[in-house]
């Protein structure tokens, strides 16, 4: 890819861990800075925008499990204005983290990844875990079926799941 840098807008600190995890110990997408940002509910600032290096693409990786998708349209539309960014790249998590995780690992539930007693843990077991890169392995993580999905809610007609663009070759 012609662009060295590289900024992530994620949800929160699961997304946060776990984008860590997949660009530093499992090198399975492009290095760059991982910033918890909720662009679904959030709306990103100019002045924060102002430290990104000329040539820097944005990547938003957000849920789709909420209708209310306004302010991420306002913040894709403030992103492909900004002259230090050369590209806008969405992930869209269908319906949300957990059923990524589903979909990527040989589990019925997310908990079971982490062994969480409930649903309601497995975020804060998540974010706790030590060998996050051991546990997805051992649950036969599919990168490949991770973010592979797109969304067809009306409410985010033209965003499409373009995780191949951040994904590195093996």
Same mark, same amino acid.
């Given at each position: 890819?012609?662009?060295? %840098?590289?900024?992530?807008?994620?949800?929160? !600190?699961?997304?946060? *861990?776990? &984008? =860590?995890?997949?660009? @530093?110990?499992?090198?399975?997408?492009?290095?760059?800075?991982?910033?918890?940002? %909720?662009?679904?509910?959030?709306?990103?600032? !100019?002045?924060?925008? *102002?430290? &990104? =290096?000329?040539?820097? @693409?944005?990547?938003?990786?957000?849920?789709?499990?909420?209708?209310?998708?306004?302010?991420?349209?306002?913040?894709?539309?403030?992103?492909?204005?900004?002259?230090?960014?050369?590209?806008?790249?969405?992930?869209?998590?269908?319906?949300?983290?957990?059923?990524?995780?589903?979909?990527?690992?040989?589990?019925?539930?997310?908990?079971?990844?982490?062994?969480?007693?409930?649903?309601?843990?497995?975020?804060?077991?998540?974010?706790?875990?030590?060998?996050?890169?051991?546990?997805?392995?051992?649950?036969?993580?599919?990168?490949?079926?991770?973010?592979?999905?797109?969304?067809?809610?009306?409410?985010?007609?033209?965003?499409?799941?373009?995780?191949?663009?951040?994904?590195?070759?093996?």
């Amino acid at each position: 890819m012609a662009d060295k %840098n590289y900024v992530y807008y994620v949800e929160g !600190q699961c997304e946060e *861990k776990l &984008l =860590k995890i997949l660009k @530093t110990d499992m090198r399975l997408i492009q290095p760059g800075k991982v910033i918890k940002r %909720n662009v679904i509910q959030d709306k990103l600032r !100019q002045a924060q925008l *102002k430290t &990104l =290096k000329k040539g820097t @693409t944005a990547v938003l990786v957000f849920d789709t499990d909420t209708d209310n998708t306004d302010i991420l349209f306002e913040n894709i539309e403030l992103l492909k204005r900004e002259t230090a960014i050369s590209k806008v790249v969405c992930i869209t998590q269908v319906e949300n983290l957990e059923d990524e995780i589903v979909r990527s690992c040989n589990v019925n539930t997310a908990k079971e990844l982490t062994n969480s007693k409930s649903t309601s843990s497995f975020k804060s077991d998540f974010i706790r875990a030590s060998n996050l890169k051991g546990t997805l392995e051992n649950h036969d993580f599919c990168f490949q079926n991770f973010w592979s999905k797109s969304t067809t809610k009306k409410q985010y007609h033209g965003i499409l799941n373009e995780a191949d663009q951040i994904r590195l070759k093996k």
